[in-house]
């Protein structure tokens, strides 16, 4: 599977966002699917994620809780991080990430800026 990776930008404290990612070739079918970023100086970690490709696992940082939502939509073989109520703390370059068995694939990062 390829992604293609979408949205990002600069918003306010307070503000939202949303992030896509696509499969380009392929489908998230069976896939794991997650939303990882990495902050300046800092390991990129896992924010938000799908596990196999099942509406009813899904995984988030504790930090973005109540915040952010990962979801998908099928017919579009594409996963979305919508990111609310945005803080300072989660600017970061945002990638996704899919993965089957031993296999993984990134999509492009995109900055997320989040200041006043």
């Known amino acids: 599977v390829q992604l293609q990776a979408s949205g990002g930008g600069l918003v306010q404290p307070g503000g939202f966002l949303r992030r896509s990612c696509a499969a380009s070739?392929?489908?998230?079918?069976?896939?794991?699917v997650g939303w990882f970023r990495q902050a300046p100086g800092k390991e990129r970690e896992f924010v938000a994620g799908i596990f196999r490709w099942n509406i009813n696992s899904l995984y988030y940082k504790d930090s973005v809780k109540g915040r952010f939502t990962i979801s998908r939509d099928v017919a579009r073989k594409t996963v979305y991080l919508q990111m609310n109520s945005l803080k300072p703390e989660d600017t970061a370059v945002y990638y996704c990430?899919?993965?089957?068995?031993?296999?993984?694939?990134w999509g492009k990062g995109t900055q997320v800026t989040v200041s006043s």
């Open positions: 070739e392929g489908t998230f079918s069976g896939y794991t």
């Open positions: 990430k899919a993965v089957w068995g031993s296999a993984d694939y």
